[in-house]
């Protein structure tokens, strides 16, 4: 398996060390009375963000849950393998304010931040109207201190939109994968770009750097931070809600499938997380990453896991999937899904654009390369009638539309 990995082979890798989800879970620091209380933080911040982004409809920002059946055709046709069950995506990158499935974690972060200042200074209480919090008053309040994060592009343009729109300096250190047209979206929202010619990591490092020492200032951890990881576990509530209103049952006679696209791991790691809370075994949950960045996987099957990087293995770090482009996995994601999830494959990017374009071509679905990872996902393990697959399509509604036909060509 490292032999492949290291060859840039796409591999089809089971998780051997995979525990019931009631025994990981158990010893887990994080419970289902945390994703709640993110929940319900989002609930008491959803007038304050209709009234900056009246798109979200009821400032909640969720994304649709819909059937792709022209899809499934389509990969059963070119890859000449039926697909037993049903393919449905979860459109991430739909998800409005940032387009990309970072809009859940990055947001929430920011929005508890905003509220601990508030809080703490007692300018609200919990049983207030949070829309105050978006008057002049407290934007110039909040623009005494700073956020920072480092970003290969989506999380950056979800922490620096909502940053820069309560008031806060904000600054997106942004590694060489990130594309022009993010850097110049963020700049044209308020936030500071700094860019680097290394990869992912030295981006967080100098954001990590540039907040030491100053009390005001927040750094935005997308390797270890648990409100990050808790904003987007809130997905799995949605995700409930969403096949209930569709009569999808999930049992041991209806078992759901998730294909997680996969960079540091935090937003899949915490997806998985919210969906084994939930679900429990009855959910498989599988990372996906290309060829070319395959850190959550390398690290899981040495046994390594945030002790590597790509690149000790001869792995370059380059590929179209930028939102994955990452040389190092999260440590707080790699110790839970040691145990947590049931496998995972890696993706090349010829495979990426070819399924980018048969998605649009199909169903009129406009999603960027790294989205595309999850859709090979129910060609690669043997299924039921009865199975529901879920391709998670991260992010991509943002891509100028020049930049889209690039990609389709």
Known sequence: MIRKIKELQPIIWDNPLKKSAKEVLEGFSLKFEDIEDAENRLQRFAPLLYKYFPETEDGIIESPFVELPAMKTALEHTYSKKIKGRLYGKCDNQLKIAGSIKARGGIYEVLKF????ALENQWITEEDNYEVLGEETYRKR???????????????????IISATLGFEVTVHMSRDAKQWKKDLLREKGARVVEYQEDYGKAVEEGRKACMGDEKAHFIDDENSKDLFLGYS????????????????????????VYLPCGVGGAPGGIAFGLKTIFKDFVQCYFVEPTHAPCMILGLV??????????????????????????????????????????????????????LKTLYQREKVKIEPSAAAGLLGPLLWEDTKETTHIAWLTGGDLIPEKEFEKLLQ
């Open 114 to 117: 905003a509220e601990t200042i």
């Open 142 to 160: 909040f623009s005494r201190y700073k956020i920072a994060v480092g970003s290969t592009g989506n999380l950056g343009l979800s922490i620096g």
């Open 234 to 257: 809130v997905a799995a509530l949605r995700l409930k809600k969403d096949l209930e209103r569709n009569k999808i049952s999930v049992d041991q006679k209806h078992p759901l499938r």
């Open 302 to 355: 040495t046994g390594k896991k945030e002790k590597l990087h790509i690149k000790d293995y001869g792995i370059d770090n380059i590929t179209e999937a930028d939102g994955l482009a990452v040389g190092k996995p999260s440590k707080m994601v790699s110790d839970l899904s040691e145990t947590l999830i049931d496998g995972g494959y890696t993706i090349e990017d010829e495979t990426l654009l070819l399924l």
